[in-house]
């Protein structure tokens, strides 16, 4: 199956930091989302973006398809910003979703 | 996006014993997923519930464990039988819909086995 590999798998920022996560996947995907669960473990849809740029109050994100990596920026951040980060894809003709191991975002006062 | 509802939220469950979590959507629906997170870990697909035929198991999941119902696309639930403390787990229902397919997820169904 596809492999997704995130990093940082932990990072410690902050507050007001900027930090920048990445995804790489092994293949061609058709779906890539990235997931913040926070800490009452509740998945939270940041970015549907299987290529291209997009931005979200302090969230961006940007995936270069053909060199099949995901970048996710998180600005400014807050505590709230706290949790687990997770990029997930899907292959051209599936439908499940395969899950990278996450990053583990703290954001201190 | 979908709105989706879990119940059980949480749960302390005894070791032997069954439970069922349920899963509702504010649409209808063609898939429907199940998704387990162990404690620290990064989701795992249980199965694929489609309305109308039995559920698909993914490798290392079977029926007799993990019974899915699914009697409309609005609808789904997830048993987890004669648990053990390695069920303990988040237990996720996901769907697709609108662009791309995207996934979304309900809140999730935190069980500790005791």
């Known amino acids: 199956g596809i492999q997704v590999e995130q990093s940082p798998p932990d990072l410690i920022l902050q507050e007001g930091a900027n930090s920048t996560l990445r995804c790489n996947f092994s293949?061609?995907?058709?779906?890539l989302q990235w997931f913040h669960q926070n800490p009452w473990g509740q998945l939270i849809n940041l970015f549907y973006?299987?290529?291209g740029t997009k931005q979200n109050g302090r969230l961006s994100a940007t995936t270069v398809a053909t060199e099949r990596y995901s970048l996710l920026y998180i600005s400014s951040s807050q505590t709230t910003d706290s949790g687990v980060y997770f990029c997930?894809?899907?292959?051209?003709?599936?439908?499940?979703?395969?899950f990278g191991a996450g990053t583990t975002v703290t954001v201190r006062a | 996006s979908a709105v989706i509802s879990q119940k059980p939220s949480r749960d302390i469950c005894q070791r032997g014993t069954s439970l069922t979590i349920q899963c509702q959507v504010d649409?209808?629906?063609?898939?429907m997923f199940w998704y387990r997170q162990q404690p620290g870990q990064s989701l795992t697909l249980i199965a694929t519930?489609?309305?109308?035929?039995?559920?698909?198991?993914e490798s290392g999941f079977v029926i007799d464990k993990f019974p899915i119902s699914r009697p409309n696309l609005t609808f789904s639930t997830l048993t987890v039988s004669n648990m053990s403390p390695e069920d303990s787990s988040i237990y996720l229902c996901?769907?697709?819909?609108?662009?791309?397919?995207?996934?979304?997820f309900g809140e999730g169904s935190w069980l500790t086995v005791v």
């Open positions: 996901s769907v697709q819909q609108g662009l791309g397919n995207t996934i979304y």
């Open positions: 293949d061609s995907v058709n779906n």
């Open positions: 973006i299987p290529s």
């Open positions: 997930a894809v899907t292959r051209p003709n599936d439908y499940k979703l395969s």
């Open positions: 649409s209808q629906v063609t898939m």
């Open positions: 519930a489609n309305q109308g035929s039995e559920a698909t198991y």
